[in-house]
């Protein structure tokens, strides 16, 4: 299984090799903002090289919201800039900014609900484990849980647990945060599993001219691997399944492919 990993501005985007990076990463989790105010710098550099190496990815938002009504405003603000192809979506509660500590909660949770009534991916909250009981952030109701705590698992039940913020990953020389699956959702959960699609005469215009294509590429028996693209639709549109061409490749992990990668069909 590759890594699952956060990034920021502080992990600048020239600073990756992206097609070294994206045979090694199962997942990313991309900063949108710090607040409402300040849009993370790198965060749509990051989503374009996700994009285009195929990675999938999701969002998080830093919260610095001092009340009910200013965090349905960053709910509000963080939903507006999320990229639409971001799989969840993530509040980061780290501090008490509200004048109060007992504000935290309902302004945690008035965050989340907004975003839920208005997007249908699943919505999570990161918080630190010191932080986790004390401002109440064990009655947050959300999607799923984010904890970091290094180097210990964390005492409590969640469904990502951070355990490094000075991990490595070939592609990236400095520093990262990484993160492991942590309970019973599965990586296929997190990327996507809950994801509808609408059919459309266009979408099955495109099905058509990818499927002429694909029948093309499989009498050469070699498939170039394109962004967006997954092992299993590869099989779909070539007539075969996820199993024969795992075994043809000699691929362990079907989520580890990369743009540009040759396929072989047969």
Same mark, same amino acid.
């Given at each position: 299984?590759?890594?699952?990993?956060?990034?920021?501005?502080?992990?600048?985007?020239?600073?990756?090799?992206?097609?070294?990076?994206?045979?090694?990463?199962?997942?990313?989790?991309?900063?949108?903002?710090?607040?409402?105010?300040?849009?993370?710098?790198?965060?749509?550099?990051?989503?374009?090289?996700?994009?285009?190496?195929?990675? =999938?990815? /999701?969002? %998080?938002?830093?919260?610095? *919201?001092?009340?009910?009504?200013?965090?349905?405003?960053?709910?509000? #603000? $963080? @939903?507006?800039?999320?990229?639409?192809?971001?799989?969840?979506?993530?509040?980061?509660?780290?501090?008490?900014?509200?004048?109060?500590?007992?504000?935290?909660?309902?302004?945690?949770?008035?965050?989340?609900?907004?975003?839920?009534?208005?997007?249908?991916? =699943?919505? /999570?909250? %990161?918080?630190?484990?010191? *932080?986790?009981?004390?401002?109440?952030?064990?009655?947050?109701?959300? #999607? $799923? @849980?984010?904890?970091?705590?290094?180097?210990?698992?964390?005492?409590?039940?969640?469904?990502?647990?951070?355990?490094?913020?000075?991990?490595?990953?070939?592609?990236?020389?400095?520093?990262?945060?990484?993160?492991?699956?942590?309970?019973?959702?599965?990586?296929?959960?997190?990327?996507?599993?809950?994801?509808?699609?609408?059919?459309?005469?266009?979408?099955?215009?495109?099905?058509?001219?990818?499927?002429?294509?694909?029948?093309?590429?499989?009498?050469?028996?070699?498939?170039?691997?394109?962004?967006?693209?997954?092992?299993?639709?590869?099989?779909?549109?070539?007539?075969?399944?996820?199993?024969?061409?795992?075994?043809?490749?000699?691929?362990?992990?079907?989520?580890?492919?990369?743009?540009?990668?040759?396929?072989?069909?047969?």
């Amino acid at each position: 299984m590759g890594y699952i990993v956060d990034i920021s501005h502080h992990q600048p985007n020239n600073k990756f090799n992206w097609a070294t990076f994206a045979k090694n990463v199962d997942l990313l989790i991309i900063r949108v903002q710090y607040g409402s105010t300040t849009i993370d710098r790198e965060y749509k550099k990051h989503v374009a090289s996700a994009k285009a190496y195929g990675i =999938p990815f /999701g969002h %998080y938002a830093y919260a610095r *919201f001092i009340s009910v009504a200013d965090a349905k405003q960053e709910a509000k #603000d $963080f @939903l507006a800039r999320a990229d639409k192809s971001a799989k969840f979506l993530v509040v980061d509660v780290e501090e008490q900014t509200t004048k109060t500590k007992a504000e935290m909660l309902p302004a945690t949770q008035a965050f989340i609900d907004y975003l839920q009534a208005h997007d249908k991916r =699943p919505i /999570g909250l %990161y918080t630190g484990h010191h *932080f986790y009981e004390p401002y109440n952030m064990n009655k947050v109701k959300a #999607d $799923f @849980l984010w904890i970091p705590r290094y180097p210990l698992k964390p005492k409590y039940p969640c469904d990502l647990w951070q355990y490094s913020e000075t991990g490595t990953v070939p592609g990236y020389s400095g520093k990262l945060d990484l993160n492991r699956l942590n309970g019973n959702k599965s990586l296929k959960w997190f990327i996507g599993n809950k994801a509808t699609t609408q059919v459309s005469k266009t979408v099955e215009k495109t099905k058509a001219k990818e499927n002429k294509t694909s029948t093309t590429k499989a009498a050469n028996k070699v498939y170039t691997v394109k962004s967006g693209d997954t092992l299993s639709k590869i099989a779909s549109k070539n007539n075969t399944t996820v199993a024969k061409l795992k075994s043809l490749n000699k691929i362990k992990n079907e989520n580890l492919i990369y743009v540009g990668q040759k396929i072989k069909l047969k």
